[in-house]
């Protein structure tokens, strides 16, 4: 969906990236199963332009830009051209425990922090 990817340059380079996906999980809430065949593949292809939602799947901004205030440029961005497609709700998923800058974005934002990942380490 080229329509869903966004990227910030300064001199040249890329700095900065979203990928930005409807949320088809929402679309197959229905159908608990989770196959695709015989017949729900065309509710994938309906969702396609009439989700309400879609997921932030991927974002990085280089670290000496993070405190520019690229994401949160990256967010509005993303929910406003969103809105052309009907999107009224964007989540961003996968946001570490320990990511107090985009955390921090999310709520600046009016966002909503719905879970917690946390990463466990133990040598084998």
Do not use: Q
């Amino acid at each position: 969906v080229p329509e869903g990817s966004l990227a910030v340059h300064s001199g040249g380079r890329m700095v900065a990236f979203a990928l930005i996906l409807p949320d088809y999980g929402r679309a197959m809430a229905a159908d608990r199963r989770g196959r695709l065949l015989p017949l729900n593949w065309l509710r994938l292809l309906r969702a396609r332009g009439r989700s309400r939602w879609c997921r932030m799947m991927l974002a990085g901004v280089l670290p000496p830009f993070r405190r520019a205030g690229v994401l949160p440029l990256l967010l509005s961005e993303a929910l406003r051209s969103a809105a052309a497609f009907g999107v009224r709700d964007l989540e961003a998923s996968w946001i570490l425990e320990d990511n107090e800058l985009t955390k921090g974005t999310v709520r600046l934002m009016d966002g909503e922090l719905t879970k917690v990942y946390r990463m466990y380490a133990k040598p084998l």
